[in-house]
């Protein structure tokens, strides 16, 4: 899972498991893709999704799975992915003796969304409406020095465009309790 919650698979050119230049990262169509609601919902569905994966997988593709350490011991963390990609009966990029991988995972240690900040590119892609313009704004040229929280950051860049607005309470929540 891309850390947007969205489907992402690496594919390679070549049946090595290595593109000539690197592998390429597709990503789905929104309409098929099934965001993750956060890092504890990523994890209690990962295995379901890798075994649903695991029976068409081409040997070409990759699963590329990007989670936020926060304030997780990052070799518990990454052990724990590891054993979830195995039980799901696929090789991870960590434990392959050969280029017989099928899932890598990856542990972003400070800020995830300082990663989505510094290409808003690949954000784009997925979400269509945000400005080409962003990145050139004086606060979010070094994605990682950006002030008031990166998460922060990217929460209003996206809800400026039209997503992720802060109608997130149900009717009946009430929040002077």
Known sequence: MCASGRKCVAKSSNNHGAAPNGPKVVVDQPERANPSLG???LLKNLLARLQGYQVWLPTTWRVIVVIDRDDEDCVELKTKLE????????A?????????????????????EAWFLGGMDA????????PSTIERRTRYRDADGVRGGTWEALERILQRAGYYTKKRCSPTWNSAR
């Open 39 to 41: 890092k504890q919902d």
């Open 83 to 90: 054993s979830i990609a195995r039980e799901a009966g696929l």
């Open 92 to 112: 991870t990029k960590t434990s392959a003796a050969s280029s017989n991988w099928q899932v890598v995972n990856r542990l972003a240690i400070e800020e995830l």
């Open 123 to 130: 954000v784009r892609s997925v979400f269509s409406r945000v």
